[in-house]
């Protein structure tokens, strides 16, 4: 058996809790960190070493709503081929695990991508985590660019699918005032990470679908009931709610950065995660993509049917990160949790991923100054984007 040598990458500055530290090298063997070292340890000088050229050093992305990029969108072919090809564009912007997302569509093409799915984890086709079905199970008043038409109630061979047999982590979006509340008690026991989205339902029925296993909210403040003074909305039982996390698309099209800046102030810290909702033109030359039958054109960062409604976004998790910190005046190390380790304990994989401590996997996101990716790491297997 061929013993995997230990890789030591130098003359970085690794991200800590307080900012960028030097002085520090990252100890890799095989997949995973193996310590983070003084860059006097004895152990880097006998190790083959990586120079990082004096870049920042994050943890990897996590990135919990991929409907596409590179041109592809998961919708339009469902296969392990199109998850590849969404892979590598994002990995680009330094996210090493996502879940690609499935909008609302019929029954046969939600169970052909819950297979490609597992069929991608199997073949290990690298960042892909499980998936994120968005829809059919919403509310036609909160639609946004989903196809109503498919909206329906879950059946028993749609929760079959989503609890048996499927291999990664499986996200469900749902209006919970669509679905019974039994359903919901199933999904959360089975081990669905069920999330309220495209809803319009009030604060009530928002908070009792909470108690019953609801533990997150799809893209806070679109599609959904906002807080008011006497009806405080879906938004208003996301941001009470202590224990769920909000998913924020800071693109500074979906949600004005003050909004932005009130939800993560009053959530619990750890509990607001930035997502992409990316679509086709992340990572592609085109700007433009068919969903529903309607091409949709990104113009200046903002995807939009020709009546004016948002489909999707055009947005990479190295620009939310870098949004987080221009935009909304967070520090870089907390945007960075932003990206990683709160998304990674949404999704359950916090032991495995998401932070930079010996024994997790070596995923790691490689930046300049200017917070463009240079590098990206999964599993210990870099690729350069000099």
């Known amino acids: 058996m061929t013993t995997q040598p230990l890789l030591a990458l130098v003359n970085g500055r690794v991200l800590g809790d307080h900012g960028p530290r030097e002085g520090l090298a990252v100890l890799v063997k095989g997949e995973r960190s193996v310590a983070i070292a003084a860059a006097d340890d004895p152990r880097v000088a006998n190790a083959q070493q990586h120079d990082l050229q004096g870049r920042l050093l994050l943890p990897g992305f996590i990135d919990v709503q991929v409907n596409g990029g590179g041109g592809l969108l998961f919708n339009a072919a469902p296969t392990v081929e199109t998850l590849r090809g969404i892979a590598a564009a994002h990995r680009k912007f330094g996210t090493t695990g996502f879940l690609p997302t499935l909008i609302t569509d019929t029954a046969e093409v939600m169970f052909a991508a819950l297979a490609a799915v597992n069929a991608a984890i199997e073949e290990g086709v690298p960042g892909v985590l499980g998936i994120h079905v968005e829809g059919p199970f919403l509310a036609t008043a909160r639609k946004g660019i ?9 059946t028993a061979d749609d929760l079959a699918a989503l609890t048996v047999g499927n291999r990664g982590v499986v996200m469900l979006t749902l209006a919970p005032e669509r679905v019974p509340l039994d359903a919901i008690r199933q999904l959360n026991a089975a081990g669905v990470i069920v999330v309220a989205g495209h809803t319009a339902a009030d604060y009530a029925t928002t908070r009792t679908a909470l108690d019953a296993g609801i533990r997150g909210f799809t893209h806070l403040y679109n599609a959904m009931t906002p807080l008011g003074s006497r009806e405080p909305g879906v938004v208003g039982a996301a941001l009470d709610d202590p224990h769920s996390w909000c998913g924020l698309i800071v693109d500074g099209h979906h ?12 959530k619990a810290r750890g509990k607001s995660v930035l997502v992409t909702d990316a679509m086709p033109p992340v990572g592609a030359d085109r700007p433009d993509y068919v969903l529903n039958g309607q091409t949709i ?4 960062g903002v995807c939009q049917s020709d009546d004016g409604v948002l489909a999707g976004s055009a947005l990479d998790m190295a620009s939310a990160v870098r949004n987080a910190v221009n935009m909304l005046g967070l520090p ?9 380790s709160y998304p990674a304990a949404w999704i359950g994989l916090e032991r495995t991923q998401g932070h930079l401590v010996a024994g997790q996997r070596a995923d790691f996101a490689i930046l300049d100054d200017d917070l463009t990716v240079r590098e990206t790491w999964i599993g210990g297997i870099a690729t350069s984007y000099d």
């Open 146 to 154: 989903h196809d109503a038409h498919l909206f329906r109630q879950p």
């Open 255 to 266: 949600v004005d950065p003050v909004a932005l800046r009130i939800a993560i102030a009053a």
């Open 297 to 300: 054109v990104a113009r200046d």
């Open 332 to 340: 870089l190390a907390e945007a960075s949790r932003m990206a990683s």
